[in-house]
């Protein structure tokens, strides 16, 4: 008996839809009639301004499709500075293995992301190749003793 007064409890607990408010819906507005009517004289005036707010929620639709499509432009241009900061710095062999961090934007930011899964993944890093020992900056210099063409000279 308590399982069957749980399960109507629940059953009776909705939790209330909430409308996104950029989304009204404009027929209830519309169909809505306000609780003292207007005489027929004064309907004209009310058709006037009828026209006035529809003229406004359709400037208003236009003014969020125009933002809808601007948030989407800004989050395409954030994805790229964020693929080319993690390409410029280097360190990862191949940059899309970071993937994309909602709202880093800067060189710190993003240093900080690579350091992380350099360290988780060591594998990711970029591999840098050895130089010959010729070739090195760090090379030992030529030992002090005379060379073979001195030594010939000299004879």
């Known amino acids: ?4 007064e ?23 507005v519309e169909d809505a009639a ?6 027929d004289d004064e309907l004209s005036d009310a058709e006037g301004d009828g026209d006035a707010l529809s003229k406004l929620r359709r400037e208003a639709a236009g003014h969020r499709v125009r933002a809808k499509e601007a948030e989407t432009r800004v989050s395409e241009l954030q994805q790229q500075v964020f693929s080319l900061l993690v390409a410029a710095d280097g360190r990862l062999a191949d ?5 994309y961090s909602e709202g880093v934007t800067d060189a710190e930011g993003v240093a900080a992301l690579i350091d992380a899964l350099i ?10 190749p050895a130089a010959l020992p010729e070739q090195s900056v760090d090379a030992p210099e030529a030992p002090a003793g005379p060379s073979f063409g001195e030594l010939l000279r000299n004879i």
């Open 95 to 99: 940059p899309s293995d970071l993937p």
């Open 6 to 28: 749980k399960e109507t409890s629940d059953a009776s607990v909705e939790e209330p839809v909430q409308a996104d408010p950029g989304t009204e819906d404009t027929e209830q």
């Open 119 to 128: 360290t988780a993944k060591p594998h990711f890093a970029a591999k840098v």
């Open 1 to 4: 008996m308590a399982e069957e």
């Open 34 to 39: 306000p609780a003292d009517a207007a005489p």
